[in-house]
Each structure stands twice: as C-alpha cells, then as structure tokens.
C-alpha cells in the first residue's frame, strides 16, 4: 500500500458515510451468500500472500492517525443538522444530502429543510436501486458473487499467517469462525466483518437514511432514479489490488474493537452539519482513511459519473431529492465541487 491508512476505514465511510449503498449486505456463512460462480476454475494460480506486518502501521498508530485527524476535524462547527445543498434553474430544483446507510435508531437527524424538500419532492435519487426483485437478484449476481474466489482460490490461502490469527480472532470475537468467510475475497471479509461489528453494537440498516426516506417516498407515491448499478459499487472495491484488499481486511480487523467509538463520532460530525470537519477527516487524498487507489476509485471516479447525470436532470422541470453517501459531498473532490468548478450555482455549505 502507498498510503497505510485504509483499513477500518473502508468500514466507516462504506457503512456509515454511505460510500457504498450495499454496505448493509451480511451474510451468515459462504454457502447462503450468493450462487455458485461459473467461471472455470483454476487453483494452480500462484497464490499471492499479504505483505510483511512490519510495513503495516500498528494499532496504536492507526489510532493517533485517527485521533488527530478528528482533532483537527473538530476545530470546525455545523450549523446543529445535516447538510443540504441546492441546485436550480428557472423551473427545476434539485435538494442534494449526504446519507448515512446504518444509523442508531434513537439518534434524532430530521431537519424542516429536510423535510421541507423531501415533501416537495416529485423524485427521489439514490445511488443505486437496492429494493426491486431486480436488484435483489443484482446483489446475488453482481455484488454478493463479485467477492467470492472464482478461481479455486481460499481467503486463507492468500493470508500469511499473522494476518490469519488476527482476522481469525476477530470474526471469533463476533461468534464466526473463519472457515464461514473463506470463499469470500479480502475485501467482501471486511464489508462483513464490519457490518457485523456495527450491528452488534447497535446500529440498525432499517434506521439508515436511504431506508426512511424510501418508505416514506414509497408511500408518497414518488418515484425513483438511481445513479449506479450494484456491480459499479462492487467493482469500486473489487478491482482494487488484492494486497490493498488484504490490508483493508487485516486493519479492519486490528481496530474492529474501537470501531464503535470511531464511528459515533463520525455520525457526530454528519449530524452536526459539519462538512468541512467530514471532509477533514475522511474524505480528502490525505485524509484518514484512504490509498490513493481506494480515494479514486470509491469516491473520485464515482463523483465523476455522477455530476453530468445530476446536470441532467436540470433539463426536465419538477423538483428532485438526490440522496448519496455524504463521503461523496464533502471535500476537495466532492459532487458539490465539481459541480460548483463546472460554474453551477449550488447553494449549502
């Protein structure tokens, strides 16, 4: 890795930031997690094991690198509820906000500005369509299969030995063992493990915000766009370099027991409306949190997708609510950025 920073990370902004919409996705053991993949299998392939620990940060510097970079997150204020951006020409407006997939169902997030436009809203956009029988067979097919070894590989092979004991002990830690993980590659070990994680420590995906929203659209009568497919989110995380995927996973694992606290006080930095402080922490190329290659793929090429799509949008009148992960609006690299540098007017933080 050029940047050894990723690890829980990919767990906090995949899961609670909302960089991917299907970071709600567990699964029990390997065998319920998706059919069988086809692709011919081929289990000479030179297996290629994790690199040295002593390259690797330890857990207590992944902790200062977090910690001071919450530090300097903190040292700016929202203003009390999370943010919402405006975008609008003579007879389209476009309400943009920055989601959390899994959230604590006691935590209070509704703004009237929220839901000012989400009532006012003919319809809602989501990253991707995660609820009609199509996309449950798309995450089966093209996000679930995507992490599974399709050429006779194991996610044990591929861990050294030290890398196996930690791993081994945090999915012990939740009551899984190891074997339930192994036809899964690195990066869809760590999507569970720290989903699981999550859940047990009280974080509900019903109590998410794309959910809420969703059924209260559905009942509305609104309709609904997507930004995405689910093998686009898949293939951000798939087609990283396995060693980067490994390390995700090792480090997921090193911090799996912090992982609360370091979650709650991101959730505190959305639910305050800080978007500067998001963006300090998270979601900037030196941010904690991201490899070169994972910034780019995760959040850069994505947002990039999505800016003429959004523009788009302003050539047919009504009014849209465009609800994405809040890791993609915050930051030097963010939609309301790149929106804002191709001369658009966005009104927000």
Not at 31 to 48: F, G, K, L, N, R
Not at 137 to 144: G, K, N, P, S, Y
Request: charged share 20%; aromatic share 6%.
């Amino acid at each position: 890795m050029s940047k050894l920073r990723f690890g829980a990370s990919a767990v906090v902004l995949g899961l609670v930031l909302g960089v991917t919409g299907c970071g709600n996705t567990t699964t029990e053991s390997s065998e319920s997690a998706a059919p069988a993949v086809t692709t011919p299998q081929t289990p000479e392939v030179p297996v290629e094991t994790s690199s040295d620990l002593a390259t690797r940060p330890t857990k207590a510097q992944l902790l200062a690198r977090f910690d001071s970079a919450l530090e300097r997150a903190e040292e700016t204020q929202g203003p009390g509820s999370p943010a919402l951006w405006t975008l609008a020409d003579e007879d389209t407006t476009i309400h943009i906000f920055g989601t959390v997939h899994l959230l604590r169902p006691d935590l209070e997030w509704r703004s009237d500005a929220i839901d000012q436009a989400l009532d006012q809203a003919d319809k809602i956009v989501f990253e991707v369509d995660m609820k009609s029988e199509a996309a449950q067979r798309a995450i089966a097919t093209d996000f679930l299969a995507r992490g599974m070894y399709a050429d006779g590989r194991t996610l044990t092979e591929v861990l050294n030995d030290e890398d196996e004991a930690v791993i081994s002990a945090a999915f012990d830690s939740l009551g899984v063992p190891m074997a339930a993980m192994n036809t899964f590659e690195p990066w869809m070990a760590s999507v569970n493990l720290g989903v699981m994680q999550l859940v047990n420590d009280g974080y509900d995906p019903q109590s998410g915000v794309e959910t809420v929203i969703e059924a209260e659209a559905t009942a509305a009568g609104k309709s609904f766009g997507f930004l995405e497919t689910i093998s686009q989110q898949a293939d951000a995380f798939d087609l990283l370099p396995e060693d980067e995927q490994i390390s995700i996973l090792y480090e997921t694992a090193l911090l799996l027991e912090e992982s609360p606290r370091m979650l709650d006080l991101l959730v505190d930095e959305w639910a305050d409306g800080d978007v500067t402080g998001i963006g300090t922490l998270v979601a900037n190329p030196e941010g904690y949190g991201f490899t070169d290659a994972a910034y780019q793929s995760l959040l850069v090429v994505r947002n990039t997708a999505w800016v003429p799509q959004i523009q788009a949008m302003l050539d047919e009148p009504g009014s849209v609510f465009i609800a994405v992960g809040a890791g993609h609006l915050a930051g030097p690299d963010s939609v309301i950025t790149m929106l804002r540098d191709e001369g658009y007017t966005v009104e927000g933080p």
